[in-house]
């Protein structure tokens, strides 16, 4: 859900953390609301309410993104998560991933675009690779109130459990198709293609 703060607003991109940065504002004492919006409206249904104030979010490395999502469906059967990933929904990650880059090439990028206005319209846009320290540039860039420590001091939230995360596993051609058909997010937000720490879980699994 997208948060309204004293001097800025929080869009929440499903899948980036925004479980933890509601805790952590929380935390940290910063007073907030819920927009009246549905809990994943996009930018252009958030940004008459914005009223000035500045705007931040989250994005996800792809490789991360798809084995969350897959993850958190695999551990909440009830919840069918983006309804553009539902149709080629499988319980086998490879499965997943492969026919969502074949039949819908760039959806992540998609989604992304929807929720920052791309062009980008937002003022900030961090990684949630690095949520606590990307909160506390992004509340100081906005002029809030808060605790630093706090922040780093909250405890990870909506951790899917490890017997999933542990079964996510890219092959190398799985993940090379992945790489290619989010190349937008890649390039657009400032990633690496290949994270190692990504490719050495896929490694260790």
Not at 34 to 58: K, Y
Not at 93 to 107: N, Q
Not at 158 to 172: G, L, Q
Request: net charge negative; hydrophobic share 40%; aromatic share 12%.
């Amino acid at each position: 859900m997208h948060l309204i703060l004293p001097n800025s607003v929080f869009v929440h991109i499903p899948k980036t953390g925004g479980t933890w940065v509601r805790k952590a504002l929380t935390a940290a004492q910063i007073p907030w609301s819920r927009t009246a919006l549905l809990p994943h409206a996009d930018f252009s249904h958030l940004e008459p309410l914005v009223e000035g104030r500045f705007t931040f979010a989250f994005v996800r490395h792809p490789l991360s993104w798809y084995r969350s999502a897959w993850s958190y469906r695999m551990s909440n059967p009830e919840r069918l998560g983006p309804a553009s990933m539902a149709e080629f929904w499988s319980e086998d990650f490879d499965t997943f991933v492969t026919g969502c880059c074949s039949y819908r090439s760039g959806l992540l990028t998609e989604l992304f675009e929807r929720f920052t206005g791309w062009p980008v319209k937002l003022d900030w846009t961090g990684h949630a690779e690095r949520l606590a320290d990307g909160l506390v540039e992004a509340l100081t860039l906005a002029g809030e109130s808060f605790d630093p420590a706090a922040i780093h001091g909250c405890p990870p939230a909506n951790v899917s459990p490890s017997r999933f995360t542990e079964s996510a596993v890219y092959c190398d051609q799985t993940r090379e198709l992945l790489l290619r058909a989010e190349e937008g997010v890649i390039s657009r937000y400032g990633y690496d293609a290949l994270p190692g720490r990504l490719v050495a879980a896929d490694a260790v699994a």
